[in-house]
């Protein structure tokens, strides 16, 4: 057998040219290239291990004799390349933002969305995908096998467990859109300015019986702030801009007490009725995700959650939904709102002042967006169990049984508990000893 031959290349250097003998005899072994290697002679592995050992291949390509590698100083490089871009410690249940292709520990960008992140953490790009990393948590923990002392301490990584664990699914909602302005007057006074229906002839077609004098006109008989309201006006509770009590346009939600002028936004100044309004804040199951009220719903147990929000996204549910579902099932209970009434969940929730409820067991007919969010997180955790009930879970999910001490389990926050027993939101129904 002939020798090999070198031969130069313009691009990637030294070729072995192995002879035709030899290369019709190796052909058709379908092994890899390292089985092929350990049956090498004891002289060619030899000869390949010194030189692994006393050759160091530079960035340009060459190759550098007599070093080894510097172990505690490539654990150090890596270190600082696996930072999270949060936290700024090793990465730890590393997830990858796309498109842009940063990573961030799960736990840290859970709490970016919770705080209303909208974009990349890293680049503030806009995205919407972020999964799970096994090839860079495969990084890190071999450099933890051989660094042991970077790891992270063990209180530290419960903590993370108890935001993120992998698996589940973390979307980044896309950015709101602003909302309008109000119509607010620019003039800053001591008076009360007129509201839009004390104008003779506006274009709403009535007037107040009562209109108010407009300073700039007749300062002498304008009517001073602190003096209160005018007779027969009060205050917008979204625009906060005057408004008259009796005019068509004007509603009143029947849970806060609270007048709206439905002119200057009128989408948000207005209180509509109960099947028909949007709660405040909940367009869509982006803004629930960012909703940190939610989590407080579920006592924190951050692993149900994170279930709900994966079955309302593939049945295609929205905060609106939810809300019209919960307000019907409200309906047909005996008191219907009067609990949530005698809760004073609608007290104090605008910035002007409500009237005081006629009856707490009255009928409800109109509502306006604060309060209809206000009930959605009432109702949201019994929803859910009524709505799990239904098996349009998967079945892995329903596999698992109800927590015997339900909502008031003191351990629905250890991640170890809730992967055995998924729900805590209700009483126990079946009887499990753990």
Known sequence: MSDPVLEDHPRTGPIVLVPEAATSATASLKRSA????????DDEASHKKMR??????????????????????????????????CCSAIVYRPVVVAPCQHFFCGSCVTLWVRNGGTSCPACRTVSTNVSFSRPIEKVVDILLRHAPGKARSASERMQADAIYHPGVHLRIPSPRQ?????????????????????????QWGWSCPRPIVDPDLDQANAWPVEDGNPPGHTLCGNC???????????????????SFCGINIPQRCVAAPLQLQHPHGLADLSDLIQCGEIYDCFEGNTFEVDIMLDYLNAQGLTP??????????????????????????????????????????????????????????????DWWVRERKKGFLEEHVM???????????????????????LHHVCGALISVSF
């Open 178 to 202: 602003a909302s309008p302005e109000p119509a607010v007057p620019s003039t800053n006074s001591l008076y009360v300015r007129p509201c839009p229906h004390c104008t003779p002839g506006n």
């Open 34 to 41: 390292a089985e092929a290697f350990e049956e090498a002679s």
């Open 320 to 381: 609106r939904h939810i809300y019209r579902e919960i307000v019907a099932h409200i309906h047909n209970q005996p008191r219907q709102f009067a609990p949530l009434v005698e809760l004073e969940l609608f007290v104090d929730i605008h910035p002007v002042a409500g009237g005081a409820d006629p009856d707490p067991n009255a009928p409800r007919h109109r509502i306006c967006r604060i309060c209809a969010t206000e009930v959605l997180l009432y109702g949201l955790r």
């Open 240 to 258: 906060e801009n005057v408004l008259a009590l009796g005019a068509p346009s004007t509603t009143r939600c029947d849970f806060c007490q609270v």
């Open 52 to 85: 692994d050992d006393t050759e160091v291949v530079t960035r340009g390509g060459e190759v550098e004799q007599g070093k080894t590698v510097d172990g505690p100083g490539l654990a150090d490089n890596l270190e600082e390349e696996l930072q999270c871009g």
């Open 399 to 421: 596999g698992r049984p109800d927590c015997p001490e339900g909502s008031q389990c003191l351990r629905q926050k250890d991640h170890g508990k809730i992967v055995a027993f």
